[in-house]
């Protein structure tokens, strides 16, 4: 079974460019969160989303920062016109689908999009 | 809100010493509680979990403990190993809170040969 997939492992954009971010689950998980690590800080929740519905955003800016997890295909983190203070490491985790008996607060992490921002 | 607060690092230690890692939360409902560990470079691992009061989780030599009574879920390790250097992140996961898990800002270990 395997990971979190995220891609790409790293990115440069200049700054006015825009970034995706690209974040597969576990198989079997319908859960996915996102996750921002700043240098030197810990990891701040972005949002929460399940297939095709946004659950919790209440972690992402308010302008430029969007999420999408549509029914077939990764989940998408999207930041437009980057800004140097967006370089930081973007962590994807998910969680398994509720229906499937499992406990759901056990999140599995990917191995992280780091963002540099020239 | 739920937040976490670990003990600032870095910490230093020599091989084979005693490792403790201080974790304490507040949390609204009854939160799950975990351990994760970053090596360098790389993603978070988990590391151990605890799901209820009193329980103990362990993985790899580390071990918690689930505090309600002083709301801490401190990490332990008898003998560390060089190859243990990275951060800890302690971090709770509360049904109330929808399941985002909340991070400690992390505690960076470094382990002397």
């Known amino acids: 079974n395997a990971g979190v997939m995220q891609n790409p492992r790293h990115l440069v954009r200049r700054r006015g460019q825009e970034a995706r971010l690209r974040c597969s689950p576990m198989k079997g998980h319908s859960h996915v969160y996102w996750y921002r690590q700043l240098p030197e800080e810990g990891l701040k929740f972005m949002v929460y989303?399940?297939?095709?519905?946004?659950?919790?955003e209440s972690g992402m800016p308010k302008e430029r920062f969007s999420a999408e997890f549509p029914k077939e295909g990764p989940s998408i983190l999207r930041i437009q016109q980057v800004v140097r203070g967006d370089s930081a490491a973007y962590f994807c985790?998910?969680?398994?689908?509720?229906?499937?008996?499992?406990?759901?607060?056990?999140?599995?992490f990917g191995p992280g999009t780091r963002l540099t921002v020239l | 809100g739920d937040s976490v607060t670990q003990m600032e690092g870095p910490v230093t230690l020599s091989e084979e010493a005693f490792l403790t890692i201080n974790c304490t939360y507040t949390a609204t409902g009854y939160p799950s509680l975990f351990w994760y560990v970053q090596y360098p470079g790389e993603g978070l691992q988990l590391l151990l979990k605890?799901?209820?009061?009193?329980d103990k989780g362990s993985n790899k030599g580390f071990e918690a403990t689930y505090r309600k009574e002083t709301t801490s879920f401190h990490l332990e390790k008898g003998s560390v190993q060089v190859s243990d250097s990275a951060v800890y992140f302690c971090a709770l996961s509360d049904s109330a809170g929808g399941f985002k898990t909340i991070f400690g800002a992390g505690t960076r270990l470094f382990v002397k040969a």
């Open positions: 989303l399940q297939k095709e519905n946004i659950i919790d």
């Open positions: 605890a799901t209820k009061a009193d």
């Open positions: 985790a998910s969680s398994p689908n509720r229906t499937s008996g499992l406990r759901t607060d056990t999140q599995y």
